[in-house]
């Protein structure tokens, strides 16, 4: 089959092991809330509010009257970027004003007297959640700073009023070297009686079908590749 075929018939796998364990517990709440990602990853996120830059995210550097150091740049693999007088800079990890003050302060000991610098994001790579399953526009989105799961479902232009299981949403991680998952229901977290949770740069969210088109019966017969699955949080 095709690759995005069998990306989704996983996918699709995945959420009915985790809605099936759901149902064996009889609970219509989550007993347990999803970690944070991995340590590496979550430094590279951030929790504040401005976004933090991470690799492959493309910049845009300016100075003020010099505008032969204007650059756009690349953030490479390791986190870093390269501009002309001051060679290489961290930037992975950081917030735009933060990488501002590092570059000024970098031009400043040697080449212009209190430059002003700006840092814009051109292009957000590094962070990205996928929405799939009954949602109006299923797809990979780029999110900055912290975003809760009704935003990321916001995203995709919300659930399909008509076939969508807003009980049976799941959010799929790695924790600590391993895919784990939980699930929580929308209708719950719009009456405040559970927390609306933190979506995190490569999670896959994915909205169950209701009814005769739930993904718990759809892929019955895809069992058997849930080896790949290492770990449920319920």
């Known amino acids: 089959m095709g690759s ?101 302060a970098a031009l400043n000991q040697k080449y212009l007297q209190s430059p002003q610098v700006t840092v814009a994001v051109k292009e957000f790579v590094s962070q990205r959640i996928t929405v799939d399953g009954a949602v109006n526009t299923p797809g990979v989105y780029p999110i900055q700073g912290r975003t809760t799961l009704l935003q990321a479902i916001a995203m995709a232009k919300g659930a399909d009023t008509k076939s969508a299981n807003e009980k049976q949403v799941v959010i799929f991680r790695t924790v600590n070297g391993e895919r784990a998952a939980a699930r929580f229901d929308l209708t719950e977290i719009r009456k405040g009686r559970a927390d609306d949770p933190e979506v995190y740069g490569d999670d896959m969210i994915v909205v169950d079908r209701s009814g005769a088109r739930s993904l718990l019966r759809s892929v019955t017969s895809t069992l058997p590749v849930l080896a790949v699955f290492q770990r449920l949080i319920f």
Request: net charge negative; proline share 9%; glycine share 6%.
């Open 4 to 104: 995005k075929l069998l990306f989704r018939t996983l996918t699709f796998a995945l959420v009915a092991l985790a809605l099936a364990s759901c149902a064996s517990s009889g609970s219509s709440i989550p007993t347990a809330d999803l970690p944070p990602p991995d340590p590496i990853a979550l430094a590279q996120i951030g929790s504040a509010a401005e976004y933090h830059i991470g690799p492959m995210d493309t910049l845009e550097v300016n100075v003020f009257q010099a505008p032969d150091l204007n650059r756009t740049v690349q953030v490479d693999a390791t986190g870093m970027i390269t501009l002309p007088l001051v060679g290489q800079l961290p930037a992975a990890g950081h917030t735009t004003s933060e990488l501002q003050k590092t570059i000024a």
